[in-house]
């Protein structure tokens, strides 16, 4: 068997195993280590089972994945989550869909203290279901904006799907980050235009709410300012170069940990938690991590990715065509694989591509997070639709999933801008000191 052939039976034998209920992790190192040891020999892939998990664990930009976490974690117990959506509530919540509109708002504004969508819908379904139910919001317009608003959490930054993207492409990290600011923006400006849309055509779907006078409005925001000034110092000293992503990532969990301690809304109990949660979502990540490496270097000794490149180029198709197939087999995947899961498993296969295409490696990373976005809320997986069903349980799933079309729909309207318009991705990036 030719070494690209084995590649090609090691990539239909992962996904056999992922559709048997294998762990990604677990199934990506097997199928890597036998692939990379039927090539290379099994001396030498013993070696690199042994090898790799420490190289992987001990790379010192993989330290910023627990940070941002522990971040995510320690912001949450603070209550930064209710402070954030009821600043929102009494700013917009008087206008049709109002509360629905500051659910997207509140879901961008953890998203960027949390870095995780999965947490931001748990997070931000507790807190705003209860108050749009009282207000006899439709339940597919109150669910399908948590769980579209909480998408926002692997685009904003600080975002772990824009890290592992960096590490595994090597690029630069805190460019991603960046990359994401004005997307995360649009996108959160076109699920609001989506719910006013929705709101205009049928005002009984997202009732007002009643108005607060403007100087409770005024007073609701000094509660977000902490969470502002931490946002600020986090992201700030990235895009100016005076500390390191990484750096920044230790910032930003003892900052997450300094306000909660000074709101009181941090006991001994909530520090365990939180630390324990960081362990297990961290060693989540890393197994992963650990199996997409081995499998990576499998592939790279099968010389299927190149071979793939090369006949791509050889089909002379347009460039863009390419990139529209490839972002449509993302999606489909995105449909029935986890977010970071589908990122590790595609970019061995697909980044060659891309670079051989010529097209911006940053730009395509943020292409890539929006589709990742987007397979959170598509059947038949949507993870964030099954996250936010245990806390909505009285919704039944199929109002859910209804409810999240028009988002989806703003979703692809979002992607179809930046693929016109890359700049809006590059420009921040480009802006940055080196």
């Known amino acids: 068997m030719t070494p ?4 090609l039976i090691g990539i239909i034998a992962l996904f056999i195993l992922l559709f048997m209920g294998i762990y990604i992790g677990i199934a990506m190192a097997l199928v890597g280590f036998i692939g990379y040891s039927l090539i290379a020999g099994w001396t030498t892939g013993l070696y690199l089972f042994g090898q790799e998990p420490y190289a992987t664990c001990s790379f010192y930009s993989f330290s910023i994945i627990p940070l941002f976490v522990l971040m995510g974690n320690f912001a ?10 009821t600043s929102v509530h009494k700013w917009v919540g008087a206008f049709p869909g109002g509360l629905a509109m500051a659910t997207i708002l509140g879901c961008a504004g953890f998203a960027a203290i949390s870095g995780s969508s999965l947490a931001t819908t748990s997070t931000m379904g507790t807190v705003t279901l209860p108050e749009m139910k009282r207000y006899n919001y439709h339940e597919g317009l109150a669910t399908g904006s948590v769980s579209a608003g909480a998408t926002l959490g692997i685009l904003i930054p600080p975002s772990i799907g824009f890290v592992i993207y960096g590490i595994l492409t090597e690029q630069s990290i805190g460019k991603l980050l960046m990359a994401g600011i004005l997307p995360g923006v649009l996108l959160t400006g076109l699920f609001v235009i989506t719910i006013y849309i929705i709101c205009r055509i049928d005002p009984a779907r997202g009732p ?9 409005k005024v007073r609701s925001l000094k509660k977000t300012g902490p969470i502002l000034l931490l946002f600020t110092t986090v992201i700030g000293g990235i895009y100016s170069g ?5 750096e920044s990532a230790g910032i930003g969990a003892f900052g997450a940990f300094a306000i909660a301690l000074f709101r009181r809304k941090l006991t001994l109990t909530d520090i365990i938690r939180s630390l324990q949660t960081t362990l ?3 060693a989540m990540i890393f197994l ?6 081995i499998f990576t ?9 190149m071979q793939l490149a090369e006949v791509v180029a050889g089909m002379n198709l347009p460039n863009l065509a390419v990139l529209c197939g490839i972002l449509v087999l993302l999606i489909i995947l995105g449909c029935v694989l986890d977010g970071i899961a589908m990122i590790i498993l595609t970019l061995p296969i697909l980044f060659p591509m891309i670079e051989a295409m010529g097209y911006d490696p940053i730009w395509f990373g943020v292409l890539m997070v929006i589709v990742l976005e ?8 949507g993870m964030n639709v099954f996250i936010l069903k245990g806390v909505a349980r009285e919704v039944p799933l199929e109002t859910i999933f209804r409810g999240i079309i028009p988002f989806l729909i703003a979703s692809i309207i979002g992607l179809i801008i930046i693929m016109i318009l890359p700049e809006i991705a590059l420009y921040i990036p480009n802006k940055m000191a080196n």
């Open 288 to 293: 992963t991590l650990i199996g997409a490496e």
């Open 242 to 246: 005076v500390f390191s992503p990484m």
């Open 4 to 7: 690209e052939f084995i590649g």
């Open 280 to 282: 297990k979502t961290t």
């Open 76 to 85: 949450f117990f603070s209550g930064m989550s209710e402070d954030i959506y």
């Open 374 to 381: 987007m397979g959170l809320i598509t059947p038949p997986v």
């Open 208 to 216: 007002a709410a009643s108005p607060y006078p403007l100087k409770e």
């Open 297 to 305: 270097r499998f592939l790279s000794v099968s010389m299927l990715p």
